[in-house]
């Protein structure tokens, strides 16, 4: 027996920018909402149980603190690192500098709110 990762929850200042953000970079959409803690899960329309885990944005008033011990790395689907690059700035990521040569593959870079990702090099297919 195994198990599978089904959902990833995130703790945040602000969950609807956040989960506004990583659904204009997934693709995703917003699959519930808590009124009393400001809980919101995206995922893909098909929605939870499928191949992709959803990911759960929950308010929290603790600041981030250092870098990540865990991140996304993402692919492109439709385009080429470089202008997937440009899209994702376009939606608010920056760059991050985490100790990069300048000779890596990948981009290192953050979230509105300072959550390290990675955009890697190879396409992949759409789901």
């Known amino acids: 027996m195994s198990c599978r990762l089904s959902e990833l929850v ?13 659904c204009e970079v997934l693709g995703y959409v917003e699959l519930s909402r808590e009124a ?10 098909s929605g ?17 603190r ?7 790395d993402v692919n492109p689907v439709d385009r080429d690192q470089d202008a997937e690059l440009a899209r994702l700035l376009s ?13 890596e593959s990948w981009h290192t870079l953050q979230d509105p709110e300072g959550n390290e990702f990675c955009l890697l ?4 297919p759409e789901l």
């Open 10 to 22: 995130i703790d945040c200042a602000d969950p609807v920018a956040l989960s506004r953000f990583w």
């Open 91 to 103: 939606l608010g990521a920056r760059p991050a500098d985490i100790g990069q040569t300048g000779e």
């Open 121 to 124: 090099r190879r396409r992949l």
């Open 48 to 64: 939870f149980g499928g191949g992709t885990p959803t990911l759960v944005f929950g308010r929290t008033t603790e600041p981030k």
């Open 66 to 72: 250092g870098k990540l011990r865990l991140h996304f």
């Open 36 to 45: 009393e803690d400001d809980g919101i899960e995206i995922g893909p329309a």
